[in-house]
């Protein structure tokens, strides 16, 4: 199954490549103890957050970012 948006978080953070993605375009997420809290939501809900706007605005190179990991 590959990674997407639609991944849930704690699936992107299981792969190697998923969680290089994350730390390139969020830097320290994937040290960030919180993202253990929202493990079971996809990272799509997560932007959906008033906290992740920025983020949210490049939902779309994130998405192909996470596409294009092996797994």
């Known amino acids: 199954m590959a990674l997407s948006l639609?991944?849930?978080v704690r699936d992107i953070m299981r792969s190697e490549e998923g969680r290089?993605?994350?730390e390139q375009f969020v830097p320290g997420s994937t040290?960030?103890?919180r993202m253990k809290l929202v493990g079971g939501m996809t990272y799509r809900k997560l932007?959906?957050?008033p906290e992740s706007a920025e983020l949210a605005a490049r939902a779309d190179e994130l998405d192909a970012a996470l596409?294009?990991?092996k797994k």
């Open 6 to 8: 639609d991944s849930k």
């Open 20 to 22: 290089a993605v994350l």
């Open 31 to 33: 040290t960030d103890p």
């Open 47 to 49: 932007l959906s957050y």
């Open 67 to 69: 596409k294009a990991c």
